[in-house]
C-alpha cells in the first residue's frame, strides 16, 4: 500500500484510521503464520470502502496469556501443545503492548485522526483484555473484534479459520491444499483431522460476510 501525502491529508481530516492488527504466529503447516494479520487486513480493506478512512500498515505485534511449564514460559497456543511452537514471534509484556498502542493512537490524533479502529484479527483472551485496558484510557480507540457473536465457533486453525483465510485471500487455498503434511503435524495430531478437508472458500465467505456485519455493527 502507497499512500502520497494529499492523499494522506484528505483521509485525515475524514477523521477516521484503521489499524489491522494480527500476530505473526504458529497456525500449524497448513495455513501461514501471518494469517491473523492477512484477514484483518482484508476486513478493513473492505471497511475503508463502506466507511472511508485512512488503513495503517499491519501490526504483527501482540500480547497473549501464558503459563509456565516446566520452567519455561509458554505463551499463546504453547501452553495447550505444552511446547514451543515455531512461528511465535509476536509475544509483547501486556504492559509495552498497551503502552505502544496508546502511543499511535496519541500520534494519529496529532494528525486529526479522531476515531481509530484497531480491528482485532488475533482475539486471544490475553490480548482482547489489554486493548480493552487501552481502550479505557484512550477513548478515540475503539476496538472491533469481527469474531465476537459468531454462530461458528472458530478455534486456532482449525477448517474454519482456514476456510476464512481462503475467503480472504482465495490464492492461499490451492498453496494450502498442495502442501505435504504428515499425519504427525502437531495441528492435526491436536484436532484428529485435517482441517483442509473440511475446509472451503464457500464456509469461508458465508463467515468473513458474519465478520463484516459484526465490525459495521461496532464501528457506526
Known amino acids: 500500500m502507497k499512500t502520497y501525502l494529499k492523499d494522506f ?31 484483518a487486513v482484508k476486513l478493513c ?14 501490526i504483527y505485534l501482540g500480547t497473549d496469556k501464558h503459563k ?40 494519529l490524533g496529532v494528525q ?11 482475539t486471544g483472551t490475553g490480548q482482547i483484555a489489554a486493548l480493552a485496558r487501552v481502550a479505557k484510557k484512550m477513548p478515540s480507540l475503539r476496538i472491533v473484534d469481527p469474531y465476537e457473536e459468531l ?24 498453496i494450502s491444499r498442495r502442501r505435504k503434511i504428515t499425519a504427525s503435524d502437531d495441528c492435526f495430531r491436536f484436532y484428529g483431522y485435517d482441517p483442509r478437508g473440511k475446509a472451503s472458500i464457500k464456509i ?7 465478520m463484516l456485519n459484526n465490525c459495521m455493527k461496532q464501528i457506526k
Open 9 to 39: 491529508e484528505k483521509m485525515a481530516k475524514k477523521g477516521i484510521a484503521y489499524v489491522p492488527l494480527g500476530v505473526l504466529e504458529w497456525h500449524g503447516n497448513h495455513l501461514p503464520i501471518e494469517t491473523d494479520y492477512l484477514v
Open 204 to 210: 469461508g465467505k458465508k463467515i468473513v460476510n458474519e
Open 112 to 122: 486529526g485522526f479522531k476515531k481509530i479502529y484497531l480491528v482485532a484479527g488475533h
Open 151 to 174: 454462530k461458528t465457533e472458530i478455534r486456532h486453525a482449525d477448517e474454519y479459520e482456514t476456510s476464512v483465510l481462503w475467503a480472504c485471500h482465495p490464492e492461499e487455498e490451492k
Open 45 to 58: 480493506e473492505i471497511l475503508a470502502k463502506k466507511k472511508p478512512g485512512y488503513i495503517l500498515p499491519p
Open 68 to 107: 509456565i511449564v516446566n520452567n519455561k514460559k509458554l505463551v499463546g497456543m504453547d501452553r495447550y501443545l505444552g511446547k514451543k511452537l515455531p512461528g511465535n514471534v509476536y509475544y509483547l509484556e501486556p504492559p509495552l503492548f498497551e503502552k505502544m498502542i496508546i502511543g499511535l493512537g496519541e500520534t
